[in-house]
């Protein structure tokens, strides 16, 4: 794209490019036309010496005018510049008339870098024009020829020649025609994909935007340390997390993740992530949460996405956590002075699988002291470039040699996931919360 895109702006959105390589080809024809001058000078052609001598001099006036102009970034440059060349060439002809059909095809192929159709037919116009008038004038000055005489050669010679430069014109105007339609097209292209990363980008800080990135969270409150992340694998995602008050008492905890991935997904997980909260802040339980969202997210569903979800409310006086799971990951847990294990609950259907499906409640007691460490499969599933998986063994292995706090948590499993995957590209989500709850004050108690 980058190589189609330098010659978008050599050709169309910077004519200043096109002059520059236009003036270079007519400054090297110049010196071309010096060192034919040269060599007539010392008898290599039969020309007369004064004849090539004033032909030569207006090729190369005719041909330097344009180092002049090709710095300017005007429409009207590139028509002197084509001029110039024509008008250099007629001169040219004069003195070596024999040459004069191959020399006119050389401004028509300069005018073809310009990928503009009315620029090529104008030149090939004064082609046509100056060809025929430099020849006659030929016939008249150098072979003092009858009007008999000069119509004898225009049917002979001129007119056949012209026939040829038409014919250089069925394969020139089409080419420059054609190839500027497809740069008016790689330009659209370019242009709507420039708009669509923008739009992406956009998206991106909306969604980033919409999950709590301020830690500590709510720093007064002592019972309970968390810190999360999300690393979507494209511009946008479809992993989300959440965590928020629902009264003073409680804490809501969401991991979540939506099949798919882009847009679509990161559409889904905003009417999800809504859902969820809304639900859980109206004081229900894990599993009624569940339930009502799940009931929601399948009115309608005609794309057949859905989303796998782990939310935990915690009771912050009692450490109790009410839990329910709809076919996410295992949560890991560590307690106070020991290690991270898995607790394998029970998994219920998707969200937006079946509009009837019901989700079981659990409980898990936590100690002050103890982790949760909650994710998304973008970690486990991570994948190197020999296909190989992450796996939740390194997982455990890789949380129970992290820190005590909670960014420190995240922080290890990210740097060996990255290791793990090495080179290879991300091909999904990689989304993980921590919380360490602390208990509640004695004094508060």
Known sequence: MSVIASVINATRKNEKEANRFSARCMLIIAGIGAIAW???????????????????????????IPIFLCRIDKIWVKYVIMLCSTLGICFFTYAIPAFAVIAFCVPMV?????????????????????????????????????PQEILTYSYRTIFPRIVILLGIAVICVPLAKRTEKLLDEVALEHSERERLGTELNVATRIQSNMLPSIFPYLPEREEFDIFASMNPAKEVGGDFYDFFMVDQNHLALVMADVSGKGVPAALFMVIAKTLIKNVAQQGKSAAEVLNEVNRNLCENNKEEMFVTVWIGILDINTGVM?????????????????????????????????????????????????????????????????????????????????????????????????????EAPQFDDLTMLAMNYRGVAKENV
């Open 110 to 146: 300069i005018s073809c870098h310009y990928y503009c159709e009315k620029l090529t037919w104008i030149t090939l116009l004064d082609c046509q024009v100056l060809y025929s008038i430099t020849a006659i004038v030929y016939e008249i000055v150098r072979m003092n020829a009858t």
């Open 322 to 422: 009410q839990c329910a799971n709809a076919g996410h990951e295992f949560p890991a847990i560590r307690r106070k002075g020991g290690q991270f294990e898995l607790f394998k609950d029970v998994h219920g259907l998707v969200l937006a699988g079946m509009e009837f499906s019901k989700y079981r409640q659990y409980e898990i007691q936590f100690n002050p002291g103890d982790t949760l460490f909650v994710y998304t499969d973008g970690v486990p599933e991570a994948t190197n470039s020999s296909d190989e998986l992450f796996g939740t063994d390194r997982m455990v292995a890789a949380l129970n040699k992290s820190g005590a706090d909670c960014k420190s948590i995240l922080e290890c499993i990210k740097v060996d996931v990255d290791a793990f995957v090495g």
């Open 38 to 64: 040269f060599l007539n000078y010392f008898r290599v052609f039969n020309e007369p010496v004064s004849s090539m001598t004033f032909a030569m001099s207006a090729l190369d006036i005719f041909y330097i």
